[in-house]
């Protein structure tokens, strides 16, 4: 198994354009995660999927910030506009139910 | 909300000794799991072992093994045989089994793991 692909792996941008990150979750679990790392606040949940229903957003820290889940094997996390404040990394993790989470490479975001 | 509290931010150790990374947590929760992940400077994130709340016997792994103490709400994790591999970033991390055990991950700050040669 390839285990959780994470797409890009680095991205530079300038604030205020549109950025996306993909994620690939390992084939057969069914919950997906969307988390955050930065040096001020660690590794924060930003949004989690089960069987790609999105049940806890409330990490997500603002309306800039959208997930989607468009099928088992897919999940993109979108920031419009991005922001300087937005630069971290940000990793996906993929689970089967009641077991531990695997993640992702993760994706180095700069926003200038 | 639960809370994950790591009190080392660093930690220093010489090859071939043992340590131990100090983690506590608040939660209202009956059941749930436990988990230490290993960071290293490649940031990927490496789960190194993981407990479950509802059993008393402490989880092992090789040369990791853990002191889990519920009623007082701790969560350690000892390194033997420490090893120059070893050296990362050490998160602490919950996970409540109320919601059919597929919540997110609470974690700590972190404890950076020297190694001396």
């Known amino acids: 198994d390839a285990g959780v692909i994470q797409s890009p792996r680095h991205e530079v941008t300038e604030m205020g354009q549109e950025v996306t990150l993909r994620c690939k979750p390992i084939s057969g679990h069914n919950s997906l995660f969307w988390y955050r790392q930065t040096m001020m606040r660690g590794l924060e949940l930003l949004i989690y999927f089960n069987n790609n229903v999105p049940i806890d957003d409330s990490g997500m820290p603002e309306d800039r910030f959208s997930a989607k889940m468009p099928n088992a094997s897919f999940s993109t996390l979108k920031i419009q506009p991005s922001e300087p404040r937005d630069s971290a990394v940000y990793f996906c993790a993929s689970s089967p139910r009641y077991n531990e989470q695997f993640f992702g490479p993760g994706t180095r975001l700069t926003v200038l | 909300a639960q809370t994950v509290t790591q009190s080392q931010p660093e930690m220093s150790v010489q090859e071939a000794e043992t340590v131990t990374l100090s983690c506590t947590y608040d939660?209202?929760?009956?059941?749930?799991?436990l988990f230490w992940y290993k960071q290293p400077p490649s940031r990927q994130m490496i789960l190194v072992i993981r407990q479950e709340a509802y059993k008393q016997q402490n989880a092992t792994e090789n040369r990791f093994s853990v002191n889990f103490q519920k009623a007082a709400k701790s969560f350690s994790l000892k390194i033997s045989d420490s090893q120059l591999g070893d050296a990362a970033m050490y998160f602490c991390?919950?996970?409540?089994?109320?919601?059919?055990?597929?919540?997110?991950?609470?974690f700590g700050k972190g404890t950076h793991l020297i190694i001396q040669p």
């Open positions: 991390a919950y996970r409540s089994a109320t919601g059919g055990g597929a919540d997110g991950l609470t």
């Open positions: 939660t209202s929760e009956s059941d749930y799991y």
